[in-house]
């Protein structure tokens, strides 16, 4: 079975612009997480998706946002980036129900601004 | 609220020696525990997750952890440590009622002396 995939893997940006990162989840998999992964705040859940409703969301500012697709592939989007935004963006891919889900990591992708 | 904490942001031991990463939680119901392993450049990995059934709960690659209520504590070991062993270390709890959010310690970065 194929893996979690993430596209693309490194992307740098301008601050104030914005930018699009793409999910695609395990066949069979209906739970997309994405979670911000930086040195200061360490691993920060962003939200979850759960066939194409957002069932969860974290405390992250409205300039992200994400979306579900009827194939299960998710994206998230990230409007006038910061510096601050620089940070590994992980993709989770979930089976599974009631705290026991088994999460499947994608390899993220690097978003550096500048 | 739960939480996680990882007890040492570096650990160092010599190759073949024991390894022990500490992680303590807080958590107002039973906690689904989890560690996960992420190494340079790519994204988390699954070790082991507790999950209410055995304590003593056994892992890939040699680790396990034992959950320990009344200490609130969710240790990481290996016996005799691999210089492949060396990365970083995630303990995370699921959050209750909110599908496959987790919330993650800090993470403990483990080097392998030869």
């Known amino acids: 079975k194929a893996g979690v995939t993430q596209t693309p893997r490194y992307l740098i940006k301008t601050r104030g612009q914005q930018v699009t990162l793409s999910c695609s989840p395990i066949s069979g998999h209906r739970s997309v997480s994405w979670y911000q992964q930086t040195p200061g705040q360490g691993l920060q859940f962003l939200f979850e998706y759960f066939s194409e409703t957002q069932r969860n969301k974290g405390n992250f500012p409205g300039r992200f946002s994400g979306r579900q697709f009827s194939n299960s592939r998710s994206e998230m989007n990230v409007s006038t980036l910061e510096l601050g935004d620089s940070a590994l963006y992980l993709c989770?891919?979930?089976?599974?129900?009631?705290?026991?889900?088994?999460?499947?990591f994608g390899p993220g992708t690097r978003l550096l601004v500048l | 609220a739960q939480s996680v904490t990882q007890l040492g942001s570096h650990v160092s031991v010599s190759e073949g020696a024991l390894v022990l990463l500490r992680c303590n939680y807080s958590?107002?119901?039973?906690?689904?525990l989890f560690w996960y392993v992420q190494y340079p450049n790519q994204g988390l990995q699954l070790l082991l997750k507790y999950t209410s059934a055995a304590t003593l709960v056994k892992g890939i690659n040699g680790f396990e952890a034992e959950f320990k209520k009344s200490e609130t504590s969710f240790h990481l070991t290996k016996p005799s440590a691999h210089m492949s062993d060396a990365a970083e270390y995630f303990c995370a709890v699921s959050a209750f009622n909110q599908g496959g959010k987790l919330i993650f310690g800090q993470g403990t970065e483990l080097s392998v002396k030869p």
């Open positions: 958590s107002s119901v039973p906690p689904y």
């Open positions: 989770v891919s979930s089976i599974g129900q009631g705290g026991q889900e088994t999460q499947y």
